[in-house]
């Protein structure tokens, strides 16, 4: 499963496919796993928190869970969608 002193970067993943990486504080879900769910590619990179993951990725989603916004992460700037 997680284990107990991970190091920033390591990623776990679950039997169901789903893949979570450590940023130092918390683990976040990088990739949802196998699933028959539309789409065109991606990574599934996702990150919810109050503040923006610490290195994100270009088309990163970031959930500001306190203003309740959504955005991505465009041209090295957050964009709100």
Same mark, same amino acid.
């Given at each position: 499963m997680f284990p107990s002193t991970p190091t920033v970067g390591e990623r776990v993943t679950l039997a169901d496919g789903r893949v979570f990486e450590w940023d130092g504080v918390r683990w976040n879900l990088v990739e949802s796993g196998g699933g #028959? =769910? =539309?789409g065109t590619g991606g #990574? %599934? &990179?996702a990150?919810? =928190?109050a503040t923006p993951p610490p290195s994100p990725?270009? %088309?990163q989603l970031w959930f500001d869970s306190a203003t309740i916004?959504? #955005?991505i992460r465009w041209s090295g700037t957050? &964009? =709100?969608i």
């Open positions: #028959s =769910g =539309g #990574s %599934g &990179i990150y919810v =928190g990725a270009e %088309g916004k959504l #955005s957050w &964009i =709100g």
